[in-house]
T-cell receptor, first 114, second 115 residues
Framework: AQSVTQPDIHITVSEGASLELRCNYS??????LFWYVQSPGQGLQLLLK??????LVQGIKGFEAEFKRSQSSFNLRKPSVHWSDAAEYFC????????????FGTGTQLKVEL | DTGVSQDPRHKITKRGQNVTFRCDPI?????LYWYRQTLGQGPEFLTY????????KSRLLSDRFSAERPKGSFSTLEIQRTEQGDSAMYLC?????????????FGSGTQLSVL
């Protein structure tokens, strides 16, 4: 069965500092990997997605993620965090044949200090 | 494009009552998904439709849960004889069918509280 682990429940960074959110997945084949962001009262918004090709994926809002098959990881990074990035971030894995039936991690709550 | 719309935003009910939620997807999106999110957890897949056909249901979806999408547009999710464990955010998402490039658009959800 597929699964996702986000080991950090909460992370606090200073505005302008770099950010890395960790994600490890378990999946039997080549996965589709996703990062979503959820702000209070808002729906989930897709930041980026990996399904093939270049293992470094660029997303919206200046985020990027790197797929490392050997480590079963898909960590999210941003070089300089803005106060508006404070939100909850979810990593998810999906199969190649099942549409967007996704398995999500438990999320990482990001706090940005001014 | 008005986005995915869910109604109501909040629902408080007593244990044992039936509740129904509605989801209006982005027009022309032929896939519609229901997810459930409990506090401190990520969303969990419940079911999805392609047009009016319900193609998959999670084992999480007990017999008390039923979802419909009668004309391939809006969808309803009904929970019968609600239990306190049903308290959660129910999320709807839609997409255009499209293989690897399929992209989900989520609504803001319906927060259910069962007293």
């Amino acid at each position: 069965a597929q699964s996702v682990t986000q080991p950090d429940i909460h992370i606090t960074v200073s505005e302008g500092a770099s950010l890395e959110l960790r994600c490890n997945y378990s999946y039997g084949a080549t996965p589709y990997l996703f990062w979503y962001v959820q702000s209070p009262g808002q729906g989930l918004q897709l930041l980026l997605k990996y399904f093939s090709g270049d293992t470094l994926v660029q997303g919206i809002k200046g985020f990027e993620a790197e797929f490392k098959r050997s480590q079963s990881s898909f960590n999210l990074r941003k070089p300089s965090v803005h106060w508006s990035d404070a939100a909850e971030y979810f990593c998810a894995v999906g199969g190649t044949g099942g549409g967007n039936k996704l398995t999500f991690g438990t999320g990482t709550q990001l706090k940005v200090e001014l | 494009d008005t986005g995915v719309s869910q109604d109501p935003r909040h629902k408080i009910t007593k244990r044992g009552q039936n509740v129904t939620f509605r989801c209006d997807p982005i027009s022309e999106h032929n896939r519609l998904y229901w997810y459930r999110q409990t506090l401190g957890q990520g969303p969990e897949f419940l079911t999805y439709f392609q047009n009016e056909a319900q193609l998959e249901k999670s084992r999480l979806l007990s017999d008390r849960f039923s979802a419909e999408r009668p004309k391939g547009s809006f969808s309803t999710l009904e929970i019968q004889r609600t239990e306190q464990g049903d308290s959660a955010m129910y999320l709807c998402a839609s997409s255009e069918q499209g293989g690897a490039r399929e992209k989900l658009f989520f609504g803001s959800g319906t927060q259910l509280s069962v007293l």
